[in-house]
């Protein structure tokens, strides 16, 4: 059967599109908006600037996160910038050049619609931002200042020093507290939603478990936003936050919501390599450091192995003997290739046996170079703290020697499907910022996360939610003592008191670090039909060891983080499986999925554009069952889709 | 590596807490001071005992949900860093390590090391915001702001909410915390316009909440994980006896 | 206004600020006047006689005993709360973080150090001198011998001839200096007159004031102490 998908694109001239649509859409008055209630699950940048913007708009507003403040959501640890088109460096930046670079670097895989708003609304992201007191880079003459960033060649990414997540998350966070304070929103800290709730064929609440009580408690609603995030822990080891989980989407996918897109998922090219096999997370190091950073391994093997007995320190090797992948095969582009290509060109030469440390999976990231060519006080200047971070973790001087870098997983592209309008396909559940799908296609650029999260939030589902709340308006408060709350709490209830009674011999994190290393090793940066349909069988056996052998220590009415683990993993456990199965269908190379059957002769990714122009949209059929595909075609009506090419 | 750790264990709000010794062994140098706790959990589930409550997220040093105090400094012994950001290197082979939660009578423990702040949250519910709503702003570069002022404003606005600071204090002030948010709005024209009701409120709303009086000692910001200065408090104080004086 | 200086914790602040700056710039008056007696005895009892028992000297002897009053209670008050803000589960393990110093932390006990000192102070010249005068009296005996209750300079003679005073006021002396190193910088930090660029110049103040004072008053207590030693001598 099958979704019926209509992603409700407005027709028209591209760039009229959005205002077009805001024009046609209907709207609730103040009144009525009183008498309407939502819940936003999340608060990163898309839900807290969301929830922020509901409260404003006269909507009562429930917002959830599962950490101790709205303040720590993952947001928070982005670091590099935000993308807008505001041509402040007069480059010959615009919306529309935007719009090309994110559509070009996300392989032409994403809705030429939702791109071109979402590089419509950057500019205002920008404005927001400023206004509420986040104090971007700065010129001596006052004005912003800009970098650049893979994947484009104009400046046009904002930031505030490192940690540009970080102020933008607190901007936000300050308009979601203004509103806590005048009482339109009301905040729910720790509590990790656990279903979603759905009368007649509508999204009307949710089951949240209080992770301090461990109390199971129901709140209803007239729509329901998901803003939880991405799934990149389904690897165990990533550089997400350690409680970033794809488990409220599951549910929601559980439910009836469409999953577009699992396999696409980012390696982000500039991370601290892993270290030894008890680590828990990796380490992102900003990809700003390849604006001046060059990365290198040496051309001979000697010199490699000569490097990990520590016979030579890096930097006596010299500059004849170093081979600037990078720069040698994409010229034009050079160190500042998009995160998919810079991450696969690493994998390459290190399989060929050219990595620089012990495991043999780490390159260079050398400032020789920018040293020499500005001084050190400059670079320390820009990346001081990210120097300093280095240092801390490594104990290697980024100032002496150069970095030592390996891919990790980063984020997400797929997620929940929407519709223009970010609606899933379950009437009055939205997803927005990372949880959906929209806007990155294949592969995300730099910079453009913040971008999309605060789009979303602030200046797009304010609207467009808008025209489903006004079919509510005589509705009442929804009431949570129904059938489907009590079903949905009992679900809950059981799964909780399954896990704790299984008493196995295996922890979570055990399992855990298992399910990392399969989709590592087969769903990884480079995946074929043979490695995928093993990691699609190793997963399913792996998810029944898991509730047969999985020990969960602890009571289900307190505080119990083991308990909260397991109940990300059960559902990272089928999540994989969807994963393996999404790009074991996408038989082609584009953006962060890599088969290696699919490639050019140079080692290039290439695209199947003559079959696989399309959102692979999953539908859940129940448990162990396969889940069903609709194709959500993507039609590209203004740009015509080409071979990326960086090299010229 | 091998390690004692003493740690305060406390089964929730109401129970009254003690410590209890537990020994790790073959902890590699590089291994985080939060990864060395994982695999105490890890092999304390084994046992099929409890594992230790601890907040913690990022692991960048950038959330501030980390919240450790170890060997009685706030963050444990490096200057500038969260707890997730120190390596077992720090320490010496065989060290015996006392883990206590954050001590503060606005901070309660919710179980083990796990404290309560939602009282920052208060604070900054409280006033630590500009009143704009979305959309109805100027351009971004329509007000200058010099750069001194913005790089100013930038290194208040580091600030991870983290606790260490009331923490760390012996009076229990939260002073370095709310000076940091009122300061990096204060020295930004878009924050000006209700400075003076954002300080007089969040300096209330942190009275009301039980937190101390600062008395200068300069430890929050020898703890501070992003090493914010107390010259944020100064401006507080400028800022709140300025707003005062004119009432 | 007076509801922010007793409730509000940046008020009460303010007025430990302004009490103690008011308290240091009568140190200095008192210290200065204090080293007229090492160059001038009469000249001291002169300063003496103009500050006896009359309406200007009693009501700045007023106005400075309820400066010191009020220091003393809202530090006392100002610990109660911070007693209660820190909760009544204490660390385990402490450390003195880098670069705070041991008197900021322990203003409070250095502050009961300085006021045992002050009433002894009182006990040995005060109460000889401006008390007198204000019962009614105009002399006083002290030692087995009559003194005026305006001539300071034989009360010092007297005072400082004792090994034990000495060793006494120089203890006092030294929680001055202690005291004031910290709080003549953090005055200016509670008012709010302080930044990166001051810190250093305003420790360095700070450090300057609490030496200047210490070494002026040890000076009066020193000189005299080797003139007595040296009259028994001779």
Redesign the interface.
């Known amino acids: 059967m099958g979704f019926k998908l209509d992603a409700k694109i407005p027709a028209g001239e591209l760039a009229q599109k959005w205002s077009n649509h805001k024009a046609a859409i209907r709207v609730v008055s103040p009144a009525n908006k009183r008498k309407l209630d939502i819940i936003v699950v999340g608060t990163g940048l898309g839900g807290a ?1 969301a929830a ?2 509901l409260g ?1 708009l006269g909507y009562n507003v429930k917002v959830f996160c599962i ?8 947001s ?2 982005a670091q590099g910038g935000i993308n807008a088109a ?1 041509n ?1 460096q007069n480059d010959n930046d615009s919306v529309y050049r935007l719009f090309y670079d994110t559509i070009k670097g996300g392989d032409y895989r994403a809705r030429e619609a939702n791109v071109y708003r979402l590089a419509e609304v950057s500019n ?1 992201i ?19 200042a800009n970098r650049s960033f893979g994947g484009a060649q104009v400046s046009r990414t904002f930031y ?2 490192g ?1 540009t ?3 933008l998350l ?1 901007g936000a ?3 979601l ?2 509103e ?2 005048a009482g339109s929103v009301k ?1 729910y ?1 720790r509590h990790e939603m656990l279903d979603l709730v759905i009368e007649e064929g509508e999204a009307r609440g949710i089951i949240a478990r209080n992770l ?1 009580t461990g109390e199971i408690e129901r709140f209803g609603a007239h729509a329901v936003v998901l803003a939880t995030g991405g799934y990149g822990n389904v690897f165990f080891l990533s ?1 997400n ?3 970033s989980n794809g488990s409220a989407a599951f549910q929601c996918y559980r439910k009836g919501a469409g999953f577009a897109n699992p396999c696409f998922t980012q390696i982000h090219p500039t991370c601290i390599p892993k ?2 096999d ?4 990796l ?2 190091m900003s990809e700003s450091l390849r604006n001046d950073g060059r990365i290198w391994v040496p051309k001979k093997l000697e010199d490699v192995q000569a490097l990990r007995t520590g016979k030579k320190q890096p930097s006596e090797i010299a500059e004849e003997d170093r081979d600037y992948y990078l720069e040698r095969r994409y010229p034009a582009f050079g160190n500042l290739v998009p995160r998919d290509v810079a991450s696969r060109a690493a994998k390459e030469r290190c399989d060929a046996g050219f990595g620089v440390n012990e495991t043999g999976l780490a390159v260079f990231l050398d400032f020789k170079t920018a040293i020499e060519r500005l001084g050190k006080e400059i670079i320390k200047q820009r990346y001081g703290n990210l120097f ?2 280095y240092e ?4 290697v001087s980024p100032y002496e020697q150069p970095m030592q870098i390996f891919p990790a997983v980063h984020y997400t592209m797929g997620g929940i499907w929407v519709d223009y309008n970010l609606m899933t396909t379950i009437p009055g559940l939205y997803a927005i910022g990372e949880a959906n799908f929209s806007d990155h296609g294949a592969n995300r650029l730099g910079a453009s996360a913040l971008m999309q999260g605060l789009a979303d939030g ?2 797009v589902l ?1 609207y467009t939610i808008g025209d489903y709340l006004s079919h509510k308006i005589q509705a009442p408060k929804v009431k949570t003592d129904t059938p489907a709350f009590d079903e949905a709490e009992k679900g809950v209830r059981e799964k909780i008191a399954k896990l704790l009674s299984i008493n196995g ?1 295996q ?4 399992l855990h670090r298992r399910l990392g290393s399969i989709m590592w090793e087969y769903v990884g940066m480079a995946r074929s039909k043979a490695s995928l349909e093993k990691a699609i069988a190793e997963i399913q056996a792996l998810r029944k060891e898991f509730w047969k052998d999985v ?1 969960v ?2 009571r289900a009415d ?2 119990n ?2 308990l909260e683990k397991a109940l990300r993993l059960a559902d990272f456990l089928e999540l994989g499986e969807l994963m393996a199965r999404d790009a074991l269908l996408r038989e082609e190379s584009c953006g962060g999925h890599f088969r290696i059957e699919h490639q050019t002769e140079e080692g290039e990714a290439k695209r199947d554009d003559e079959h696989f122009v399309y959102a692979a949209v999953w539908e859940y059929k129940g448990p162990d069952q396969e889940p069903e595909l609709t194709k959500e075609p993507l039609d590209f009506e203004f740009v015509h889709p080409a071979q990326r090419n960086y090299k010229d | 590596m091998k390690f004692t750790l ?1 740690i305060w264990r406390q089964k ?1 709000a109401a129970s009254k ?1 003690a ?1 209890e010794t537990y020994k790790v062994e073959n ?2 140098a ?3 001071f ?2 060395m706790l ?2 105490l959990n ?1 092999n ?3 046992e ?4 230790v ?1 601890f ?11 980390c919240s450790l ?1 170890i ?3 706030a963050h444990g012994p ?4 969260t707890t997730c ?1 120190i ?1 077992m ?1 720090k320490f010496e082979d065989g060290a015996t390590i ?1 883990i ?1 939660p954050w ?5 309660p ?3 083990d090391l ?1 404290v ?3 009282a ?2 208060q604070i ?12 109805s ?5 329509a ?5 001194a002022d ?2 100013e ?2 290194d208040a ?2 600030c ?2 983290c606790g260490a600071c009331a923490a ?1 204090c ?4 939260a002073m370095l915390f709310v000076a940091a948010r009122v300061s ?2 204060a ?2 024209p ?2 000006r316009v209700e400075a003076a009701r954002r300080a007089k409120a969040m ?2 709303k ?2 009301e909440l ?10 929050c ?3 501070c994980p992003k090493s914010i ?3 944020h ?10 707003a ?1 004086l004119e ?1 | ?1 007076s509801c ?1 200086l007793t ?8 007025v430990m600020s302004i009490t103690g700056a008011f308290l240091v710039l009568f140190i200095l008056f008192h210290m200065s006047m204090n080293l007229t007696a090492i160059i001038s005895p009469d000249g001291y009892n002169a300063i003496c006689r103009f500050l006896g028992a009359n309406w200007y000297a009693l009501a700045g002897t007023a106005v400075l005993a309820l400066g010191v009053l009020v220091h003393f209670l809202y530090a006392l008050m ?1 610990t109660v ?2 007693y ?12 003195t ?5 041991w008197a ?2 322990n ?1 409070l006990v250095i502050g009961f150090i300085v006021l045992a000192g002050l009433l002894l102070h009182l006990f040995n010249f005060w109460a000889k001198m401006q008390l007198v005068e204000v019962l009614g009296g105009h002399a006083s005996v002290v030692g087995g011998h009559t003194v005026a209750a305006t001539d300071g300079a034989a009360l010092i003679a007297y005072t400082f001839s004792k090994w034990y005073y000495v060793a006494l006021y120089l203890l006092w002396f030294a929680a001055l200096w202690f005291h004031l190193t ?1 709080g003549v ?2 005055m200016f ?8 660029t001051w ?1 250093p110049r305003l420790k360095c103040i700070a450090n300057v004031v609490a030496t200047l004072v210490f070494l002026g008053f040890a000076a009066v207590v020193a000189v005299y102490f080797m003139k007595s030693c040296c009259s028994c001598c001779a």
């Open positions: 600037s922020a913007s404003e950490q101790d403040s709205p303040r720590r959501a993952h928070i640890a505001k402040y205002l920008i404005d927001q931002c400023v206004a509420q007191g986040v104090p971007f880079a700065r010129e001596y003459g006052g004005l912003l505030a020093r940690q997540g970080q102020q607190l966070y300050a308009a507290n203004k806590i304070a905040s800290p301090v550089t936050a350690m409680a270290h030894g008890q680590q828990s997370k380490t992102l300093d971070m801390e973790i490594t104990d602030y200046f304010p011999k922890t979570v994190d055990d020990k220590v602890g307190g505080f983080v083991e | 003493k929730d807490g410590f902890i590699s590089d291994t985080s939060l990864e994982d695999i890890n304390l589930v084994h099929g005992k409890e594992p409550a907040d913690h997220d990022c692991r960048e040093g950038i959330c501030g949900m105090h060997d009685g400094q490096s200057q500038g860093a950001q390596y290197r006392t206590e001590r503060s009578a606005a901070f423990v919710i179980k796990v309560n702040r939602s920052y949250d900054l519910q409280a006033g630590g915001f500009i009143s704009v709503r979305t959309n702003v100027p351009d971004a570069n007000i200058p702001i010099p750069k913005a790089d404003s930038m606005a580091a991870i909410g760390t012996k009076n229990g002030s990096s709005l020295k930004l878009q924050g300096v209330a942190m009275d039980g937190f101390g009086n600062c008395t200068n000692t300069g430890a910001q020898a703890e200065s107390i010259a408090i100064a401006r507080l104080n400028r800022e709140f006896l300025s005062k009432d | 206004m922010f409730k509000s914790s940046l008020g009460k602040k303010l100002l709360d911070n209660r803000a820190r909760g009544k589960q204490r660390y385990a393990v402490t450390v973080e880098p670069g705070v110093s900021s932390k203003m910290h910088w953090s930090q509670t008012v709010g007159w302080a930044n990166d810190y």
